[in-house]
């Protein structure tokens, strides 16, 4: 039996080579002047590939649909605010404060999956979309957190191209560890319980996969990430408001972009995040806003009805077929 | 009870609703004995391999595993331990390929370890000892059943049990493909030396594998003897065939 018989070396290779260049190549985009639109749209891009790709932690791996991660999101950007308004630190010092803010992301992911873990299928789903409400409604009623009148951060004292190639790059940067973390657990033990879980809890258990553990670490984990990115947005915008970092549109979103692009992989969220952002923006500045809407929405419908699996799968799937 | 039994069970009873699916019922198994679980459709056999696996837990009753207490764990740890099972109508994570499904339990089962490249490896010896190995980069849906219940039998085997509950392996297969799969549990039993737990209706297979036979009827014990003694036993008879002849 050849010891590469199990390993995908080759492939291992081509990502070792690729990847790195790919990354130096983005690091550099923003010093080659191009539009300040442009770096913004690109920051969103890393923003949705970061949230979709930890989402596919416990949305994907393990077959968990939350629908409500953007609460970690908004748990985030808040406690990033209130971190700087307490201490009343400069932006760079406060951005400091999503690491933290990260893993009070966590901390609630734990608290709250504790007992929603135990159910599954719609009911997950549900109870997650109740939660993202429930901590919309908490934090718009809070008088301390500025309520429904948001809260304002402090602006960095430069000019908007250099403000924004700050932020790109922060963001580059957490999207680069998201999606290595989600690289590095779908090859791990760690992963395989996951993928068992999602097969089948019950024989996960039989196979000795401590699954209420699993489950609750890749939440915890799926929350950090999503926090520590709720933190750099609200930097970022130097204003939040419950309706946009708890915004649930940004849920279900995730939820698409990951299933777009195929959800078993940690390649799929990034292709789903990255397609699926450029078709919107695409689509909202070439016709109408309500039209995209629309156009967006069928496009995601032929995917999930002819392409369960993500666009990902079909077309490996249809290229298997003709090398066949 | 002799204190070199493996698993023991005490006077085990699980209702559901009003139906008692096993009453009082108790048993042993050692290191190296394959004991086989006999009785008509719905006896509680199944039932009994749930309770021990920890999906369910007894009404009252207690179960032991080498002198521990796992009546009330649950099944991630009593399959740590070393007690695996194989499902009746199987369960293979669709998904996945043949040397993943295995590979999972490798890495988690009993003494399991991380590296996933080397759980393959080990995943594909147990697929080449159950006689899979052809296949070990299909996906379960292009298996036909008797290679489901190898699958079934591989994966319980990959987590390195100490006991391993086998849940009629023998159903709807032909007769070579049984001799086969009795050759298996003996190669199992050498090789592994294992307590094995064999639910079977198949006749030959309860005969020719089994060291000691319980006959279980409406969840209630009838016998435990071997295999001849359990097949001649009057009760046995009437449970199969009807009141009229016992007997005969
Ligand atoms: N989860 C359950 N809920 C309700 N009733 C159950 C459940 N599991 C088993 N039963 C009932 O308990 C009784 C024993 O079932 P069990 O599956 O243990 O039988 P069995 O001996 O394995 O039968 P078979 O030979 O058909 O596999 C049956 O009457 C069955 O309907
Ligand atoms: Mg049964």
Redesign the interface.
């Known amino acids: 039996?050849k010891?590469d018989?199990?390993?995908s070396t080759n492939s291992n290779r081509l990502y070792q080579m690729i990847i790195p260049i790919v990354l130096v190549g983005l690091a550099l985009f923003p010093f080659s002047e191009p539009p300040v639109y442009f770096i913004s749209f690109v920051f969103w891009i890393f923003l949705y590939v970061c949230l979709s790709s930890s989402w596919n932690l416990i949305g994907g791996y393990a077959g968990y649909l939350s629908f409500g991660h953007v609460a970690f999101f908004g748990i985030g950007a808040y406690a990033t605010a209130m971190f700087g308004k307490i201490f009343s630190l400069s932006v760079s010092l406060t951005l400091l404060g999503t690491i933290p803010a990260g893993l009070i992301a966590s901390l609630i992911a734990i608290i709250v999956g504790y007992p929603c873990l135990r159910l599954r299928g719609p009911y997950f789903a549900v109870i997650t979309l109740c939660f993202a409400f429930v901590s919309q409604l908490t934090v718009k009623n809070l008088e301390i957190l500025g309520g429904a009148d948001g809260l304002w951060l402090k602006t960095m004292d430069v000019s908007v191209e250099i403000n924004r190639t700050i932020f790109y790059e922060l963001m580059l940067a957490l999207t680069s560890v998201t999606v290595l973390v989600s690289f590095l657990v779908g090859?791990?033990?760690f992963g395989?319980?996951l993928?068992?879980i999602?097969?089948?809890e019950?024989?996960?258990?039989?196979?000795?996969?401590?699954?209420p553990r699993l489950k609750i670490t890749a939440f915890a984990l799926s929350a950090f990430f999503p926090g520590v990115a709720g933190g750099i947005y609200a930097c970022y915008l130097s204003y939040i408001h419950p309706d946009v970092v708890f915004d649930v549109n940004m849920s279900i979103l995730q939820v698409l972009m990951a299933l777009f692009g195929g959800a078993?992989s940690w390649i799929g969220p990034v292709v789903g995040a990255v397609s699926l952002t450029v078709v919107n923006e695409g689509l909202s500045t070439f016709v109408k806003a309500e039209l995209a809407r629309i156009i967006y929405g069928c496009l995601f419908i032929v995917v999930i009805v002819f392409m369960p699996n993500g666009i990902l799968e079909f077309f490996s799937r249809r290229t298997k077929r003709i090398d066949n | 009870m002799s204190l070199s039994a493996t698993l023991t069970g005490h006077d085990i009873d699980k209702s559901f609703g009003g139906l008692k699916a096993l009453s009082k019922f108790s048993f042993e198994v050692k290191a190296g004995e394959i004991l086989g679980l006999i009785g008509p459709n719905g006896s509680g056999k199944t039932t009994l391999f749930n309770l021990i696996s920890g999906l369910f837990h007894p009404d009252s009753g207690k179960i032991e595993f080498e002198g521990a207490n796992i009546t009330h764990e649950s099944p991630h740890l009593i399959a740590s331990l070393g007690v695996a099972r194989t499902f009746q109508i199987v369960r293979p994570l669709r998904d996945l390929d043949l040397i993943e499904n295995v590979a999972i339990a490798v890495v988690y089962g009993r003494n399991g370890i991380s590296q996933m490249q080397v759980a393959r490896a080990k995943a594909f010896e147990i697929l080449e000892f159950t006689g899979l190995s052809h296949r070990a980069r299909r996906y379960p849906g292009e298996l036909a059943l008797e290679d489901l219940k190898r699958l079934e039998v591989a994966r319980a085997l990959a987590s390195n049990p100490k006991v391993l509950l086998l849940d009629e392996v023998f159903a709807g297969l032909n007769p070579k493909e049984i001799s086969t799969a009795i050759e298996l549990v003996y190669k199992i039993k050498e090789t592994y030396r294992v307590a094995i737990i064999m639910i079977e209706h198949v006749m030959k297979a309860i005969m020719t594998a089994c060291s000691r036979v319980i006959a279980l009827h409406h969840g209630v014990k009838l016998c435990d003897a071997s295999p001849m003694d359990v097949a001649n036993h009057p009760e046995v008879i009437r449970a199969y065939l009807g009141a009229g002849y016992a007997g005969n």
């Open positions: 039996m010891s018989q199990f390993s090859r791990s033990k395989a319980g993928r068992a999602k097969e089948d019950e024989v996960a258990q039989t196979m000795a996969v401590n699954a078993s």
